[in-house]
């Protein structure tokens, strides 16, 4: 019997579950929408259907389950597996995530912060083999670093650190889910796409995003992305700036930990060099002299499935 782990990526618009071999490969994976607005009970639910479609495909391929690790949006103890804040998942505070998994299927559980697990797949089977001293940057829904010093993965007194994307950079910029105001979230996350790409269609400058909305397609980073790639002019800028705020916001970080690598992945980063090339612009740009000649800023190799992979490492 082969034995395996489960790795569960948690995210403010899906959830992912997936059986992962020891040598990081995924077996099966399924998924569902999360649906974050609605009650603390209906999601968890949700993951526990998703959790015993895995157990049963298990069982179906006579895979033996070690361990189930969960990345959660937000703030997490993970020495108890609760969630303390979640964000993009309005309802949740204090959950016990852990305790209420592992009760539920008899197998033991761990909880951590959905970027930090997704650091932890591109350090063992990504981008990151080989350094010691890196930075993964998730932009998505939100926007969450998962740090990697000398080998070791970073969490902090409050189980807090890496929340890069709380850092401000506009004092009177948008609103963030946080709650404060002009954070790098606000500014360069999927929900700031969206948010500029509804004002562009309001004002009609964009021919090809409005056909796109007539044949169904919904609102949403991968929509811009979309049209950005069909050539248009508005979606390239909205990309771009996204780039500029990112840039801007990890030149600081750069300064501060003097990493040797900034993985970026997440839906957003798909735009490709729309989005690393002024990311890198602005680290040249403001960064000081000798972290920035020593930090590479590369695309996530694990894709969408860093997460699931990652967790599964836990």
């Known amino acids: 019997m082969q034995k395996v782990r489960m790795g569960f990526d948690l995210g403010g618009t899906n959830m992912r579950s997936a059986l992962v071999s020891e040598d990081g490969e995924v077996i099966f994976s399924n998924e569902c929408e999360t649906l974050a ?5 209906k999601v968890i639910n949700r993951i526990k259907n998703l ?47 852990g305790k209420i998994i592992s009760e539920e299927f008899g197998i033991k559980t761990k909880v951590d912060n959905d970027v930090r697990v997704t650091a932890l797949g591109e350090y063992y089977f990504g981008a990151g083999k ?21 080998g070791e993965i970073m969490r902090g007194p409050s189980q807090s650190m890496g929340e890069i994307g ?38 009609g400058k ?24 069909d050539g248009d002019i508005e979606a390239a800028r909205i990309m771009r700036e996204v780039g500029e705020w ?7 970080v750069v ?29 040249a740009k403001r960064a000081l002299k000798i972290p ?3 930090v590479k800023v590369v695309p996530a190799q694990l894709g969408d499935s860093a997460g699931m992979i990652g967790a599964s490492a836990l």
């Open 37 to 41: 607005q609605e009650e603390a009970d």
């Open 51 to 97: 959790i015993k479609e895995s157990v049963s495909k298990a069982e179906e391929k006579d895979l033996q389950i070690q361990s189930i690790g969960i990345g959660v949006p937000g703030v997490i103890d993970t020495d108890s597996g609760i969630v303390k804040s979640c964000p993009n998942i309005p309802h949740w505070k204090n959950i016990e995530l």
């Open 130 to 150: 080989g350094y010691k001293n890196i930075l993964c940057v998730a932009v998505g829904t939100g926007i969450g670093g998962g740090i990697i010093l000398n």
């Open 166 to 203: 709380h850092i401000t950079l506009k004092k009177d910029g948008p609103l963030c889910g946080c709650g404060n105001y002009g954070c790098l979230e606000s500014l360069a996350s999927s929900l700031a796409i969206i948010r500029e790409a509804k004002e562009v269609l309001d004002k």
């Open 206 to 229: 964009s021919e090809i995003m409005e056909k796109q909305l007539e044949h169904g397609m919904p609102i949403s980073a991968y929509f811009v992305t979309k049209a950005l790639h």
């Open 246 to 252: 990112l840039g801007i916001g990890l030149a600081s």
């Open 255 to 283: 300064n501060l930990l003097n990493p040797e690598i900034i993985i970026i992945g997440g839906g957003v980063s798909l735009a490709g060099n729309v989005i690393f090339n002024p990311v890198k612009e602005e680290i």
């Open 292 to 294: 920035r000649e020593l």
